[in-house]
């Protein structure tokens, strides 16, 4: 077994663990955005969005909202906002293959955010339409 | 009420909507970064993440799964990857004070992604190891 972050979730390797239950853990980031960013993983080992249970994803989810909640108090510079960040594959970003959630604190002036792809803005209604018709299909 | 969500939520003003449950309503956003970008929102008017509840944002976070895994589906160009996204407060992008978790179909070729800070990758351990300790404390 390989996998890095099962290996944090095995505490076989180390890691600045801030929150763990019988469901995930979370710990900091090794090459955080901004100081306190951190990571949600499942401890039980899921490459992907589709992989996960849904009830896993949503404890996932609760666990980012409890250290979110107390982000800003660990913060000397205090943040401003918050990300919550999750890239599910390769051409979303993914680079360790077990799914995590980003929590990223956020400053106004701290230069991180989205970078906007060129046809932002002139996608067509016939293209909003299509995959709006399939996905009602689909979700019915 | 002026949330423009909640009018959403309410059916006061139209929405392509593709999945409705008694707590969340996914619907498609009007400005898409690729088409099929959806925005998930508890039907409740909830700010941010702190205003929200852990169960709430779980099944914000469910209903997202289960968007996803029809997505590519949905596409006749196919996604490659996803992106979940939640901006909370103005500093992290947020534009629409109702909390609204971002699904953002992905190709490796379309030029979206994440805008890294000047200061990634030089953040010092002291920096670190503050907010470690913060976060240990409070999270205990």
Redesign the interface.
């Known amino acids: 077994m390989s996998c890095i972050f099962c290996k944090i979730a095995d505490a076989e390797i180390p890691a ?1 663990v ?2 763990e239950d019988e469901y995930v853990l ?1 710990f ?1 980031d090794i ?6 960013h ?1 990571l949600v993983i499942p401890k039980n080992h899921f490459e992907s ?2 992989d ?1 249970s ?2 896993t ?6 666990a ?8 800003k ?4 510079s205090k ?16 680079e360790v293959f077990h799914i995590h ?1 980003h929590i ?1 604190p ?3 002036t ?9 046809h ?2 002139k ?1 067509t209604t016939e ?6 018709r ?3 299909n ?2 019915e």
């Open positions: 600045k801030v929150y979370g900091l090459k955080p955005i901004n100081p306190g951190t969005l589709s996960v849904e009830e994803l949503a404890r996932m989810a609760s980012s909202k409890k250290i979110a909640s107390v982000l108090e660990a913060l000397a943040c401003e906002g918050i990300n919550l960040h999750l890239a599910d594959g390769k051409a979303a970003g993914q959630l990223i956020r400053y106004t701290d230069s991180f955010g989205l970078k906007f792809p060129p932002y803005g996608i293209e909003i339409d299509s995959v709006y399939k996905l009602r689909l979700l």
